[in-house]
T-cell receptor
Framework: GQSLEQPSEVTAVEGAIVQINCTYQ??????LSWYQQHDGGAPTFLSY????GLEETGRFSSFLSRSDSYGYLLLQELQMKDSASYFC????????????FGDGTTLTVKP | NAGVTQTPKFRILKIGQSMTLQCAQD?????MYWYRQDPGMGLKLIYY???????DKGEVPNGYNVSRSTTEDFPLRLELAAPSQTSVYFC??????????????FGPGTRLTVT
């Protein structure tokens, strides 16, 4: 099976940088995705790492180290609207895009 | 494009009742998924489909059934509802994409309470 660990809560101030870590144990690892979910809303896709290294999309970056079974999401220039839950999800080696999600990290951005 | 749509948005069921949660997507995605999300938790995969006529179980399939007669529609059936099925249900669809990300597009969710 698969298991993922991420911190349950993170707090930061507006304008700061925050890093949300994700470690995983899985067989047939194919890639790591990150999703954002605002309270009461649906998850939305943020980024995907299929290879080791850093992927950058605007203020958000995501990193993967396959040898360490570890990844992180980096959020820069935090804004109040970034307050949300962030989920890492591992994709196993199938052609169905099946993913196992972590339990999420609740980010609170304070003024 | 409407994306992924789900109906109903809210529902209260009595124990033992049955219902169907509807899901439709207009993006011509092959892959579709049903998840449940309990408070403060992540998404648990119930069933998924790789195309019309093909479905398979996820992590938590007991008490549910699905069908996929068309590319667009992927209904989830709850038989003999139990309080443990109280949750928020999300439907999602995806395609492989150029990076192989299988980025998932989620519907707005159905909030189900079983009492």
């Amino acid at each position: 099976g698969q298991s993922l660990e991420q911190p349950s809560e993170v707090t930061a101030v507006e304008g700061a940088i925050v890093q949300i870590n994700c470690t995983y144990q899985t067989s047939g690892f194919y890639g790591l995705s990150w999703y954002q979910q605002h309270d009461g809303g649906a998850p939305t896709f943020l980024s995907y790492n299929g290879l080791d290294g850093l992927e950058e999309t605007g203020r958000f970056s995501s990193f993967l180290s396959r040898s360490d079974s570890y990844g992180y999401l980096l959020l820069q220039e935090l804004q109040m609207k970034d307050s949300a839950s962030y989920f890492c999800a591992v994709r196993v080696n199938t052609n169905a895009g099946k993913s196992t999600f972590g339990d999420g990290t609740t980010l609170t951005v304070k003024p | 494009n409407a994306g992924v749509t789900q109906t109903p948005k809210f529902r209260i069921l009595k124990i033992g009742q049955s219902m169907t949660l509807q899901c439709a997507q207009d993006m011509n995605h092959n892959y579709m998924y049903w998840y449940r999300q309990d408070p403060g938790m992540g998404l648990k995969l119930i069933y998924y489909s790789v195309g019309a006529g093909i479905t398979d179980k996820g992590e938590v399939p007991n008490g549910y059934n699905v069908s996929r007669s068309t590319t667009e529609d992927f209904p989830l059936r709850l038989e003999l509802a139990a309080p443990s099925q109280t949750s928020v249900y999300f439907c999602a669809s995806s395609y492989a994409g150029t990076s192989g990300s299988y980025e998932q597009y989620f519907g707005p969710g159905t909030r189900l309470t079983v009492t």
